[in-house]
């Protein structure tokens, strides 16, 4: 199921990210996925961060995190100063749950306020 949910949450924001706004159930179920699941999908994608992360990762996800920011940045600074969670899925090919972190553990490092914008 976790799997199913990964690729059914990218494939929901790869139709974000072409053609905004999210999807409706006829349109999803059409990208393969199943009515039923359609709801779960959308509620993963929204799920807010509400508390800090940092505390909560080991050394190595830390390390992994790093590596992700440095990504993100340069891509904030380059391409996207203003990101919705779309654009990092598909753009940058991280997981919805990379995505949904690596803001925040950011701004936690760095003592900032990057936002990612709603998805349109």
Not at 13 to 42: H, T, Y
């Amino acid at each position: 199921m976790v799997s199913d949910l990964k690729k059914w949450s990218t494939k929901i924001l790869g139709f974000i990210d072409a053609n905004p706004p999210p999807p409706n159930k006829d349109e999803a179920w059409r990208m393969g996925i199943p009515f039923e699941k359609i709801d779960s999908v959308l509620n993963y994608i929204n799920i807010q961060i509400r508390t800090d992360i940092l505390p909560h990762l080991s050394p190595l996800e830390r390390e992994y995190f790093d590596q992700l920011s440095i990504k993100v940045i340069k891509y904030i600074n380059q391409v996207q100063p203003k990101p919705a969670l779309a654009n990092l899925v598909t753009e940058l090919g991280l997981s919805v749950k990379d995505a949904k972190l690596v803001i925040p553990y950011i701004n936690e490092i760095l003592g900032v306020e990057i936002k990612i914008e709603e998805n349109r």
